[in-house]
């Protein structure tokens, strides 16, 4: 059974991101996957202070609620990553959370896929971001029919976005899709090799 995480990374929980992300795990978990969910906004994620610590530990020295969350990275098979739209861009503590397991977690062979969540304009660009981080990490992508966004403004607004439910819902089901077949037959040079460093992006930030 392949291991599906929903990570939310807005700063307020159980609002229109989480919702999103929830509906993903829902469709995972109904094609056969395990989930978790893991919401940013009750926890602690300080900034990257680019300490390169992590590349000989493989884990942050920062002391607060990244290892944990990094740990289950490591485990997944697939991960869905959700965020708002905070003036066209992530929020800073998701931001900090790609900075830092960036530095230090293999997830090349993974498949992740973005949700994102706002009122009105600057979700591509939010979407871009996550994919990007997702590209340079050697994550497989699936796409998807329907672009992954949903239109909100209070709480809960983002369940009237039908759009938006099913591209959440598709883009669940398709992630413990594609990890199931990679879980049973993993590509070569998506596994690390005992002995062997492999180039990663940020290597030259040393």
């Known amino acids: 059974m392949v291991f599906i995480l929903g990570i939310s990374g807005s700063p307020r929980s159980d609002g229109n991101t989480s919702m999103l992300v929830q509906k993903a795990l829902d469709a995972a978990q109904d094609y056969g996957a395990e989930v ?112 992954p966004i949903g239109f909100a403004l209070h709480v809960g607004d983002v369940l009237g976005d039908t759009e938006a439910i099913r591209a959440a819902e598709y883009s669940g089901s398709r992630v413990a899709e594609i990890a199931t077949l990679f879980e049973h037959t993993p590509a070569s040079w998506s596994q690390d090799v005992p002995g062997v460093i492999r180039p990663a992006f940020g290597d030259d930030w040393r």
């Not at 300080?46 to 992590?54: I, L, T």
């Not at 708002?84 to 861009?89: E, G, K, R």
């Open 36 to 147: 978790k969910f893991v919401e940013l906004g009750d926890k602690t994620i300080e900034y990257c202070d680019h300490s390169g610590k992590c590349y000989e530990l493989g884990e942050c020295v920062l002391e607060d609620d990244l290892n944990p969350i990094a740990d289950d990275m490591r485990q997944a098979h697939g991960i869905v990553f959700g965020s708002p739209a905070y003036y066209s861009s992530i929020p800073s503590i998701m931001k900090s959370l790609l900075d830092r397991v960036g530095r230090f977690v293999n997830l090349r062979g993974k498949v992740g896929a973005p949700l994102v969540a706002g009122r009105r304009s600057g979700m591509t660009l939010v979407v871009s971001e996550l994919i990007f981080f997702m590209y340079v990490k050697e994550m497989i992508i699936p796409g998807t029919p329907f672009w």
